[in-house]
Nanobody
C-alpha cells in the first residue's frame, strides 16, 4: 500500500505562485511513477504533471508547460508541484497519485490517490 497526503493549496491572485506538497509513505513507493492531476467543478479529472520517483524524466500537460515544475525530495519522501504564473483556469482540486508500472497520463490507470487540495486563482 501507498499513502499520499497533499498540502499547500489556497487562494492566490492571478500571476501568483503556490507550491503543493505530497507526502508519500508505504511499501516500495520509490518504484512508482507519481503524478499530479486536477479536477475543476463540472469537469473530468485531468493530467497535470508526472515523474518517476527515481530518475530525471518529467512530463507535463501542454497547458502548464513552462509554468509548473514537478520535483521530489527523496530524503523527505515528498513530491512537489511548483506552480507559477497562475491563471484563473488553473482553479481546481489538485490530487497527487501513484501507480504501479510505467508512466501514464490517464487518471484511471493510477492506483493510489491523495485526498486532494483546493487551489483557487482569483482574476
Amino acid at each position: 500500500q501507498v499513502q499520499l497526503v497533499e498540502s499547500g493549496g489556497g487562494l492566490v491572485q492571478a500571476g501568483g505562485s503556490l507550491r503543493l506538497s505530497c507526502a508519500a509513505s508505504g511499501r516500495t513507493f520509490s518504484l512508482y511513477p507519481m503524478g499530479w492531476f486536477r479536477q475543476a467543478p463540472g469537469k473530468e479529472r485531468e493530467f497535470v504533471a508526472a515523474r518517476q520517483w527515481i530518475g530525471a524524466s518529467t512530463y507535463y500537460a501542454d497547458s502548464v508547460k513552462g509554468r509548473f515544475t514537478i520535483s521530489r525530495d527523496i530524503t523527505k519522501n515528498t513530491l512537489y508541484l511548483q506552480m507559477n504564473s497562475l491563471k484563473a483556469e488553473d482553479t481546481a482540486v489538485y490530487y497527487c497519485a501513484a501507480k504501479v508500472g510505467s508512466y501514464s497520463e490517464i487518471p484511471n490507470e493510477y492506483d493510489y490517490w491523495g485526498q486532494g487540495t483546493q487551489v483557487t486563482v482569483s482574476s
